[in-house]
C-alpha cells in the first residue's frame, strides 16, 4: 500500500527528498506522514499532510527545514530534509491513517511501509 524510496548516505548538510508511492484509494481518502525511527529511540512523527493538502511538521518546525508535499499524478507523497544534521539520522516510513486530518499519534495509522534508511555523516 505504500512504499517508501530515496534513503541514503548524506553528508551534513545536505538535502534529499523521500518519496512515498500510494495506493489511488488511500491517496485519495487518507492523510500521510513520515515518521522516523533512530536505533534505541521511540518512532516519531516528523510530517504529516492532510487530505486537504494541508502539511503538518513535528520535527524541528521553526527551521524550515523539512517540507512535505504531493504530486496528485503519482500517487506520491514527498518529504524535502534540507541543511541535514547527524541527528537526523534514522529509518524514515510513510504511513496513512483513514481520516481526512493529521494526528501526531502513530498508533493511529493503519498502513506503514517498509521504510527508507537515511544516514547524515561525514
Known amino acids: 500500500q505504500l512504499v517508501e524510496s530515496g534513503g541514503g548516505l548524506v553528508q551534513p548538510g545536505g538535502s534529499l527528498r523521500l518519496s512515498c508511492a500510494a495506493s489511488q484509494f488511500i491517496f485519495d481518502n487518507y492523510a500521510i506522514a513520515w515518521f522516523r525511527q533512530a536505533p534505541g529511540k521511540e518512532r516519531e512523527g516528523v510530517s504529516c499532510l492532510s487530505t486537504y493538502g494541508v502539511g503538518q511538521y513535528y520535527v524541528d518546525p521553526l527551521e524550515g527545514r523539512f517540507t512535505i508535499s504531493r504530486d496528485n499524478a503519482r500517487n506520491t507523497v514527498y518529504l524535502q530534509i534540507n541543511s541535514l544534521k547527524p541527528e537526523d539520522t534514522a529509518v524514515y516510513y510513510c504511513?496513512?491513517?483513514?481520516?481526512?486530518?493529521?494526528?501526531?499519534?502513530?498508533?493511529?495509522?493503519?498502513?506503514w511501509g517498509q521504510g527508507t534508511q537515511v544516514t547524515v555523516s561525514s
Open positions: 504511513a496513512s491513517v483513514r481520516r481526512g486530518t493529521c494526528t501526531r499519534s502513530r498508533h493511529q495509522y493503519d498502513y
